[in-house]
């Protein structure tokens, strides 16, 4: 999917690690990791809004959207 989750970046720019993350919004480190390495196919608005409250960042700064062919592997809508 073309779509790439930049959580990584703006954890490091915050200087917060994932664990801190998850106890700050309430989601689990393992779906955050999901998230963090690209592998989630869906993300919840409630999780999107939490993750930007606590980053301070709009959504555009946590996903960004490359132009190319779907990956392999994934079905397309």
């Known amino acids: 999917m073309p779509i790439r989750v930049q959580l990584d970046r703006i954890l490091l720019e915050r200087r917060m690690s994932l664990t801190e993350l998850s106890d700050r919004v309430g989601v689990t480190i393992a779906n955050?990791?999901?998230?963090?390495?690209?592998?989630?196919?869906?993300?919840?608005?409630?999780?999107?809004?939490a993750?930007?409250?606590?980053?301070?960042?709009?959504?555009?700064?946590?996903?960004t959207f490359e132009d190319g062919p779907p990956d392999i592997g994934h079905d397309e809508d």
């Open 32 to 49: 955050l990791s999901i998230l963090k390495t690209g592998k989630a196919r869906a993300v919840r608005f409630s999780t999107l809004d």
């Open 51 to 63: 993750l930007c409250r606590e980053l301070h960042c709009q959504p555009g700064d946590l996903m």
